[in-house]
């Protein structure tokens, strides 16, 4: 018989740990009831996922989380309520720090090799990162299955090195960064709205969007509208957006991120005497660009904080009026700005 290299299923929790959302720490003392007749795996999953800060990854082409099962569980403890969901169903499961990965029950195998992985150092402050550090790949030569055929899952580089090529029988190609933007058997987080409190402390509408764009990245497009005219002729009218390309020195969507963004501005403010224009209306156009710095604190599975604080440069073109109703034309002008860009404090939820 032809034997070929197989790599157990440990290294999947490799590919998933360096992909999966971070959910925050504190859900040890967490305890969860799920009761149900005929309902599925996966939502039992979810169901534990809602009331604990535990996250879920799963070897979805070796468990049938479709399958159905009839669940009473009250007030248990997370592991407790883990092993009764997935009992009997031939899988083996792992926790670290928050994440809980569930894979298929490994072969006995005939002849086996532990091989340790390159993998660059992380800090706790990443949990996934840290996570990924602590598994070891372990190459397991088995018989061939000749109605399973085999296909080699490879995992990216780490610090420039590759860190394995993973024999995975029945399932596809996949490298990290298409595990965060396709999904693996596990719900990465894709896309986050928010909502900027400053923004909103000024009656300023204002919403963003940020989208995943890989291991590292993602885009930030937020845009705020200010259509009110206020007690003597008052008013801070603008239509802003400010798109912005970050950089997460952890991953997506937790912890320290670096921006660059550019701004476009339609405005038509004047009479406030704490911003400078109290004698005059301007009203007019401005572009620019900036970098930022922020950070992510993670409340609770989808609810996040995030601050942030930009500077950058702007060209101001704009129309002169006196202050009053109908003001005076006093006349054109053009002003190049260097300082603040940005601030925020945003409540973020995570919808995908």
Same mark, same amino acid.
């Given at each position: ?69 009839? $669940? ?68 397991? $030569? ?64 204002? $919403? ?96 996040? $904080? ?47």
């Amino acid at each position: 018989m032809k034997l070929i290299r197989n790599i157990r299923r440990k290294a999947f929790a490799y590919g998933m740990a360096m992909v999966m959302f971070v959910a925050p720490a504190g859900a040890q003392d967490v305890t969860v009831s799920i009761k149900g007749s005929n309902i599925t795996i996966r939502q039992a999953l979810e169901s534990l996922e809602a009331q604990s800060r535990y996250t879920v990854a799963y070897d979805a082409t070796g468990f049938d989380v479709s399958k159905k099962v009839s $669940l009473d569980i009250a007030n248990a403890s997370v592991m407790a309520a883990l092993e009764e969901i997935t009992r009997g169903q031939g899988v083996a499961y792992r926790t670290s720090g928050n994440h809980i990965f569930i894979t298929p029950a490994p072969p006995a195998p005939e002849t086996a090799a532990t091989v340790s992985a390159p993998l660059r150092p992380s800090t706790p402050d990443c949990p996934i990162e840290a996570a990924a550090e602590a598994a070891v790949v372990e190459a397991v $030569l088995v018989e061939a299955d000749a109605v399973s055929p085999a296909v080699h899952v490879q995992i990216p580089e780490l610090a420039g090195e590759p860190v394995a090529s993973v024999v995975i029988p029945q399932t596809q190609v996949i490298t990290v960064e298409e595990g965060i933007t396709e999904g693996y058997g596990y719900r990465a987080p894709r896309i986050a709205l928010k909502t900027n409190l400053l923004y909103d402390a000024t009656t300023t509408i204002n $919403l963003g969007a940020e989208f995943l764009l890989g291991r590292k990245l993602t885009l930030d497009v937020p845009l705020s509208y200010n259509p009110w005219t206020f007690s003597d002729n008052k008013k801070i009218k603008h239509f802003l957006v400010q798109p912005e390309l970050r950089y997460w020195t952890c991953e997506p969507f937790n912890h320290s991120f670096f921006g660059v963004h550019l701004h476009y501005a339609y405005f038509n403010m004047g009479g406030f005497k704490q911003l400078g224009m109290e004698n005059f209306r301007y009203q007019g156009n401005l572009y620019g660009a900036g970098i930022s710095y922020g950070y992510h604190w993670i409340l609770a599975p989808r609810w996040s $904080l995030e601050g942030t604080i930009g500077v950058g440069y702007a060209r101001l073109i704009y129309d002169k009026y006196e202050c009053e109703t109908c003001g005076d034309f006093v006349g054109s002008e053009t002003k190049d700005y260097f300082g603040p860009t940005k601030a925020g404090v945003s409540l973020v939820f995570m919808i995908k």
